[in-house]
């Protein structure tokens, strides 16, 4: 049971922001086999694909913001496939994207045309939950629903196994459902109290819920909270995984980023063994 291992750089953001280079250095550094990329800090293509080449560091996939690419999904994602990326992720939605409002049925359809500019540049397009997507229409999740809409040669997915479980489904079968359609994971990990979200989408852009008080949420390093990650690699296996990208939105534990990126990668490797 071993996949390669990716770091989604949206988890060192800062560090990135103020060494690039020196932050990419320090990934390869940990033993990432690659990373999937959240914008690319002002750097070209050209150079982004000459320093990952020099370090060995695979480009494995790319979050582009949905409105970002949706008027012009190849133009958005062209500088990605020069990188080397196989995936594309649409990886959020604002409010009056969701499940639930009048822009969902919009929003769909603008999935299967930017799964379409991704397939014509010969990309494949992923889309990264939350749990918002974790809403019923007629009887059936949301995030179903879009994958039942858009075919898996336009549309695959890249489940986040944080979001999964607080959405209130288990990681591990939800990748098997998935089977064959989920090339890359997102190994997150959580700690969480009570039953208010807290502070839950604070780095999302949604205020505090009022619910603080009453309870506890907080990103932690892959083995360091509440998941089950040697059943979500093993179904990761079964599944057909090619990737498993470690998030960790923001730091915890009084740990820098780059520090709670070592510890997650540590302990992947550890069971991995």
């Not at 970002?68 to 190849?74: G, K, L, S």
């Not at 208010?196 to 205020?207: A, D, P, T, V």
């Amino acid at each position: 049971m071993k996949f390669p291992i990716a770091l989604q750089l949206y988890s060192v953001r800062d560090d990135m922001a103020a060494d690039f280079e020196g932050t990419l250095r320090a990934v390869k550094a940990m033993g990432y086999d690659g990373v999937e990329f959240a914008g690319l800090f002002d750097k070209s293509a050209a150079e982004v694909k000459a320093l990952l080449d020099e370090l060995g560091l695979d480009a494995v996939s790319a979050h582009v913001p949905y409105y970002d690419a949706v008027d012009d999904p190849e133009a958005a994602f062209a500088p990605y496939k020069q990188i080397g990326c196989r995936y594309v992720v649409v990886p959020y939605l604002t409010e009056e994207r969701r499940p639930g409002t009048p822009g969902w049925a919009e929003t769909v359809e603008g999935v299967r045309k930017l799964g379409a500019g991704a397939k014509a540049l010969g990309l494949q397009l992923l889309y990264h939950n939350h749990d918002f997507e974790f809403v019923k229409i007629d009887g059936k999740y949301a995030l179903d629903t879009l994958y039942d809409a858009v075919p898996a040669d336009l549309l695959q997915t890249q489940l986040d196994t944080c979001w999964v479980n607080v959405g209130g489904e288990d990681p591990a079968s939800y990748i098997l459902k998935y089977a064959g359609r989920s090339p890359v994971v997102h190994l997150k990990d959580f700690y969480k109290s009570g039953e208010g979200k807290g502070k839950l989408y604070k780095l999302i852009g949604i205020e505090d819920d009022g619910e603080a008080a009453e309870s506890t949420f907080e990103f932690r390093p892959v083995g360091y909270g509440m998941q089950n990650f040697k059943k979500i690699l093993a179904a990761c296996e079964t599944a057909g995984t090619q990737w498993v990208v470690v998030e960790q939105d923001d730091p915890s534990m009084d740990k820098f980023p780059l520090e709670c990126a070592a510890m997650s990668i540590d302990y992947v490797r550890q069971i991995m063994e």
